[in-house]
């Protein structure tokens, strides 16, 4: 038996990356997916090949950009499926060209980078909530946060910042919902080894972030999806309101660290 037999989920931004992977994960262990995606030919083609595979891969179309598709893609999963046990909110986004600091950044994409990360996971985790307030057995919403929300960094303003408030908004739904069994916790991730980060990150920054990385490696994004596992399971029935780092160390050690300890 898995430890998510029966239960229904919903993963946002799951083509490809942490959200993929924790799919795949999920779909072992027993749940039916819903993946969440935009609706596009290439996402088409790979939803209809993974449920043919195995028809606990199914496809549920929103457009993580436009917060009036939300309700509908919850809706469609709960007309679907009959109810939903579990939310991933994956969906994340920054403009590394102009997401930088207070005086160089873009005002316009600050705000912009700061509502649509927040608003993401705020609208899924409202209509999502709506029905799991209404089953005997609640629901578990996990939300990929970042380390950067409890870091602060010298660039990317409106991203640390979006995330610093997922992580509050996280703690605020685990609070208000937890007598209605519904929990909510969140992943911290430092670097993931993904596309997004093999596009954007030289060699020389990756290799430079690593001396702060105590377990000296990169994140796979089976390392984040392993613990949404068990945030999704019934494992961590007593856990709720957490913001959990899946970094490595990261954070961890004194600032003289990575000049001291051996490469």
Do not use: W
Not at 4 to 15: E, F, H, I, Q
Not at 79 to 106: C, E, P, R, S, Y
Not at 203 to 232: G, S, T
């Amino acid at each position: 038996m898995g430890q998510l037999d029966g239960k229904v989920a919903v993963v946002t931004a799951a083509s490809r990356g942490i959200g993929l992977a924790i799919t795949k994960k999920y779909v072992d262990e027993g749940a039916i997916v819903y993946m969440a995606v935009r609706d596009s030919e290439k996402n088409r083609n790979l939803t209809d090949e993974m449920h043919q595979e195995n028809d606990h891969y199914r496809r549920v179309i929103y457009d993580a950009m436009d917060m009036s598709t939300y309700e509908k893609m919850i809706k469609d999963v709960v007309d679907d499926a009959g109810h939903i046990d579990i939310l991933v909110n994956n969906f994340g986004t920054t403009n590394i060209q102009k997401d930088l600091t207070l005086l160089d950044g873009d005002p316009d994409t600050f705000f912009k980078v700061t509502d649509v990360n927040i608003a993401s996971v705020y609208y899924a985790c409202r209509y999502a909530v709506k029905y799991m307030v209404q089953q005997e057995n609640g629901g578990s919403i996990v939300n990929i946060s970042s380390v950067a929300g409890t870091t602060p960094d010298v660039s990317r303003l409106a991203y640390t910042t979006s995330k610093a408030a997922i992580n509050s908004l996280t703690r605020n739904i685990a609070v208000q919902y937890a007598r209605k069994n519904v929990r909510c916790n969140a992943i911290l991730p430092g670097m993931v080894e993904t596309d997004g980060v093999e596009q954007n990150m030289t060699p020389e920054f990756k290799q430079a972030f690593l001396k702060h990385v105590p377990l000296n490696r990169i994140a796979k994004p089976e390392d984040i999806a392993d613990a949404a596992v068990y945030l999704a399971s019934d494992n961590s029935s007593f856990v709720t309101g957490e913001l959990i780092p899946v970094a490595g160390g990261f954070g961890l050690p004194t600032p003289i660290y990575s000049d001291s300890v051996d490469k």
